[in-house]
């Protein structure tokens, strides 16, 4: 079985690639829907208790949370150390489901997949990119999103480039749908084929 780590920074079209192999029939984890699922459950009385009044009725508040942690890179640390290993827990239940099920080929899409040395846990790395300007826009039409919101989260991801220099495979998303799909299906193509 191949595993594809898929990444890229935000805005890039990551969401949509993943959306696309799994269109294409091919088993996708998600880590940031892993991340809302454990906010809503087994994460939240953890993270209450190190962050207190960071959640309500059993569920993580993000804007709380997000406030609690932001710019506080000692708080964002005792964050990702609760997140992260239930998030990793999720993905391996995950792989053994794919495994035992003769899975060919299955995608780990991970956000952070380089700045948490999860590419170490894939076979191949596949980066969505996209021009800056584009990336800008797409993201500064979010709600509640600023520049400077824009411009902290880009400074906590490994550059664009370096990601692409890093990767097995570099879609650009700047182009139609149509052209980003038939760029994913000839990856699947490809490592299928690869994965005999």
Not at 37 to 62: H, Q
Not at 119 to 137: G, I, M, N
Not at 173 to 190: C, G, L, P, Y
């Amino acid at each position: 079985m191949i595993v594809l780590g898929l990444t890229g920074s935000i805005g890039m079209g990551k969401s949509t690639a993943a959306k696309m192999f799994a269109d294409a029939g091919i088993p996708v984890h998600s880590a940031d829907e892993a991340v809302h699922r454990l906010y809503a459950g087994a994460a939240a009385p953890l993270i209450e208790a190190e962050f207190p009044g960071t959640t309500e009725n059993g569920t993580v508040d993000r804007t709380r949370l997000s406030a609690a942690v932001v710019g506080k890179p000692g708080a964002l640390k005792r964050l990702e150390a609760i997140i992260h290993p239930l998030v990793r827990a999720e993905e391996s239940t995950f792989r053994e489901k794919a495994q035992e099920n003769g899975e060919r080929l299955i995608v780990l899409d991970i956000p952070l997949l380089f700045e948490t040395g999860g590419d170490a846990r894939v076979d191949k790395v596949l980066v969505v990119t996209a021009p800056p300007e584009v990336q800008r826009q797409r993201v500064l039409e979010r709600p509640g999103m600023t520049p400077a919101k824009l411009d902290a989260i880009l400074a906590r991801q490994t550059p664009d480039a370096e990601k692409r220099r890093r990767a097995d495979f570099v879609i650009d998303t700047r182009h139609d749908f149509s052209v980003t799909r038939a760029a994913v299906n000839k990856v699947i193509e490809t490592l299928l084929a690869e994965a005999g």
